[in-house]
């Protein structure tokens, strides 16, 4: 009797979890392997806003019960980094010194919040938003009725900041070139969508870019963004959604061809027969453009961690690169996407 294959996931976002559910109901006898750095099970970080509605425990947000993953025999590796894959040894380097074989492996590593190179020195007096420990700590140190300063404004950001408003909170969002992404966006066809913002309750700020982050020397809130007006914008807290670093450092020596990206065909496979790759980490091939591109949204990066998952099971399928991507204003003048809902 042969030995039932070992299939890994690095990453347990959306992607990673979908894909894991998958491989069991695909074969009750496979071995699966979750790795993540986070701290805690999968769960769904679209819904981080959610702990300015008083969802203050970490267990309301779990996609699973850690039980049920033993009850499922899926083992879950928390806190641990990958730090280099062996395609040819088909080996995963942990950071802890521990390797671990695989027979298939799928790569749902997502990135981290991209931050404007000019204000990189300021990382440490900004807040981020990708964990539910970061939420928690933006939650903790916004004082009821305090200002949060957003730059940029992608989708996740623009959630949360209509979440803030909601909540009783004040928001003054500094926009730039990846306001609304992962929506590409014309800019004659922001205005109506920075209207819609504004009607909501968020101080929008254009064209004026941020130079600077600095403790507050005055009275008041703590943070001061210094603007390229020579202005400031006082408040509580500051955050950046300006997109995603994608996280592919771990993969340079996996054997697999890599842009911004991990390429990967249709199929969601990437160079290497053993290796495929889902959600925002990966770049999937548009024949009709003849391009690589990016997918983003939970909405396809669902799709895409189950679509894996069964073809590394043995299927077939291609993943639909004419998806829809849409934003807009409903009948009521609020935002309406493709991607996201608030």
Not at 44 to 60: A, K, T
Not at 327 to 342: A, C, I
Request: glycine fraction near 8%; hydrophobic fraction near 40%.
């Amino acid at each position: 009797m042969s030995k039932p294959l070992h299939h890994v996931i690095i990453g347990s976002g959306s992607a990673g979890f979908g894909a894991a559910m998958t491989l069991r109901d695909q074969d009750a006898n496979c071995a699966i392997t979750m790795i993540t750095m986070d701290s805690l099970p999968s769960y769904n970080r679209y819904n981080l806003p959610q702990v300015f509605r008083g969802c203050h425990d970490w267990r309301e947000l779990l996609a699973l019960t850690p039980c049920r993953y033993e009850e499922l025999n899926i083992t879950l590796r928390r806190a641990s980094r990958v730090v280099d894959v062996s395609s040819r040894d088909k080996v995963i380097a942990l950071a802890h010194q521990e390797s671990l074989a695989y027979d298939r492996l799928l790569v749902c590593a997502g990135g981290r919040a991209y931050v404007p190179e000019n204000l990189s020195e300021s990382v440490a007096l900004m807040h981020g938003f990708g964990s539910f420990e970061a939420a928690m700590r933006v939650q903790r140190a916004l004082p009821a009725n305090g200002t949060a300063i957003l730059i940029g404004g992608d989708m996740i950001g623009i959630d949360l900041a209509l979440t803030l408003i909601d909540t009783g909170y004040q928001v003054t969002l500094i926009t730039n070139q990846q306001t609304f992404w992962p929506h590409e966006v014309e800019e004659e066809d922001k205005k109506p969508l920075f209207g819609a913002l504004k009607t909501a309750g968020i101080n929008v700020i254009e064209d004026n870019r941020p130079i600077s982050v600095a403790n507050n020397a005055d009275d008041g809130p703590a943070i001061a963004v210094g603007l390229e007006d020579g202005t400031q914008v006082i408040g509580d807290v500051v955050m950046p959604f300006c997109g995603l670093a994608h996280s592919v450092e771990f993969m340079l020596g996996a054997g697999v061809d890599i842009e911004r990206g991990l390429l990967v065909d249709p199929q969601l496979r990437t160079t290497n027969e053993t290796v495929w790759a889902a959600g925002d980490i990966c770049q999937i091939w548009h024949d009709k453009e003849k391009i690589y591109k990016f997918y983003h949204g939970w909405k396809n990066v669902r799709v895409m961690g189950e679509l894996a998952a069964r073809n590394m099971s043995g299927s077939s399928e291609i993943f639909d690169v004419e998806v829809e991507d849409r934003l807009d204003l409903d009948k009521e003048g609020h935002l309406r996407s493709t991607f996201w809902t608030h």
